[in-house]
């Protein structure tokens, strides 16, 4: 009989790190990880709007695991696997972000920080004696990284995209043929391509895996983040994602927060993904994917593009 692992008891030096950290950044939050030769960190600004805070696709937490996979990919892993800190708790699609590219996460809130401050760790030191001193003099800052990686995916899918007045899984195709004849991909990885449908059946973007850049940048996590880069908002009630292959966990926690319904936008996937995390995804918690079906579908897009051209 397995036994599960105690919680994790956050020691005074991960909260000194943390502490030192968030003085470095004043008004962001962090997260980092000790790799056992550098302390690698990201930042971000405390939302003003925390309303709207859910559904950004991007932490402290993400920015982290993107800036690592970007800035030495043959040693994310490795450096993912070690246990992650956070300043801030996780939400919904960090915990996933976690869950699929890295490992664990504790999180150090900062009252907890501000408390070994008071027992005396100075919050201006980040070399010197106390807890810490010697590890956060190998910090490096990830995140202008995990920026470059977002802006380099934005720039690729810029470039001589597929023609988008195919239908929906036809431009997702297209879309996962592109990211095979580039060859930006993980070893391990299948070409994929996704593709945002409108209410009113506009195919407003389309995305492909990237994952030789980084292990996170999956079709659906480009598509989302490249949304929210270009509106600075959730998508709409009533959207559709047409991909071609089942959504992962991550995928499936971004599309769900990311979404103005609250049980994520409809997804119609191409094939069915046997892999261990696109099982118990929240998209078939809320039962909104399901398979392509070749004729029902290409005759719904048939009747929804007539209908959009007055036919």
Known sequence: MSRRAPPYAVTPEDRAITDHLRHRHPGEEVAWVDDGELVLHAHRPIPTDPSSAASVPWSPVIDLIQGIASIEPGRSHARLRRRLFSSVPLRMMDAA??????????????????????????????????????????????TPAAEEARAAVRTAHHLSPPPAGGLPMEVAREWALRARREGELHRRDRPVGAVLELPDGEIALGAMNRGGEGRSLHAEVNLAQMWWARRGAPIPKGSRVHVTLQCCRMCAAVLVALSEDARGPEVIFGEPDPGRFARETLLQTFDRERPFDRLSDRLADRSTAEDLSGG
């Open 97 to 142: 972000f976690v869950k699929v590219q890295a490992k664990r996460c504790a999180v150090v809130l900062s009252g907890a920080a501000k408390r070994i401050v008071g027992a005396g760790v100075p919050p201006g030191r980040v070399q010197g004696e106390g807890p810490g001193a010697s590890r956060l003099a190998r910090a490096v800052d990830v």
